[in-house]
């Protein structure tokens, strides 16, 4: 294990499981926490031979309930502002993170936990499963990777969210957008597992190079995002992924 918060394991297909791990019982993101979790990902990020990640979370209570409010009400605007960078370079670990990222979500999902599972590329939820961002309820604005809220669920489901700190449900979330699969928790393995499947079935470097534009079309104007594309695919053909793969598919349909 990379350090005392990150429970590693591997598959033999490329697949790597992290699972925050000494959080407390609902998973709740600490300093220490948060920097063992980037210092893990950071060190699981320089593998090449990591195909996908599945991140989650020790239990069936919580996958985290939110940030350490005990650590935020002793803090000061200077201070706040370093807590909150933090968990901002935890999200970013994840967007950035070189192959997808799937969030296997058990129980609470909230606030800074929540933003956490949206800087994941899928998110599938077992069916008992919620969802808020009750910042607004003890004091302070959704921030950071809230941002990424109203891209998922649309503006108006978004703003009742934040402003309400309401609560939704693992249903409500997959009709949102907000999750992409709800699944019985003792089928919630079997469910990533399936999920996950068809994109281990896909070409390695060509996975890698798609995450590196997904996040450039979420934070280029599109005439930029388009542009930046072209030079992707041209590196795509400096190994030969390309040629092999396409072979293989002609000589299958006897081209």
Do not use: Y
Not at 39 to 49: I, K, S, T, V
Not at 127 to 149: D, Q, T
Not at 168 to 191: C, K, P, S, Y
Request: aromatic content about 6%.
């Amino acid at each position: 294990m990379p350090n005392e918060f990150c429970d590693i394991t591997e598959a033999g297909d490329g697949t790597v499981r992290l699972t925050l791990a000494n959080a407390g019982k609902a998973n709740i993101l600490s300093t220490p926490v948060m920097d063992g979790l980037i210092a893990g990902l950071a060190q699981l990020a320089l593998r090449d031979d990591i195909r996908l990640l599945v991140l989650t979370a020790g239990g069936e209570r919580a996958f985290i309930a939110g940030a350490d409010l005990a650590e935020m009400a002793e803090l000061d605007p200077a201070s706040a502002r370093a807590f909150i960078g933090r968990l901002r370079d935890l999200c970013e670990a994840v967007r950035s993170f070189p192959v997808p990222v799937v969030a296997r979500i058990a129980g609470w999902c909230l606030g800074g936990g929540l933003e956490l599972a949206m800087a994941c590329d899928l998110r599938i939820a077992a069916r008992h499963a919620k969802f808020a961002m009750p910042e607004v309820k003890v004091g302070i604005p959704s921030v950071i990777h809230a941002a990424l809220l109203p891209r998922l669920i649309g503006a108006g489901r978004a703003r009742w969210m934040i402003l309400s700190g309401e609560t939704i449900d693992a249903e409500t979330a997959l009709h949102w957008g907000l999750v992409d699969h709800v699944a019985e928790m003792a089928q919630l393995d079997d469910a990533v597992a399936t999920m996950i499947a068809p994109i281990l079935a896909c070409a390695p470097e060509a996975i890698r190079a798609q995450k590196v534009l997904f996040r450039q079309w979420e934070e280029l104007p599109f005439s930029e995002a388009v542009a930046a594309s072209i030079e992707v695919f041209g590196q795509a053909f400096a190994s030969d992924e390309p040629g092999r793969r396409m072979r293989a598919f002609l000589d299958r349909k006897g081209k």
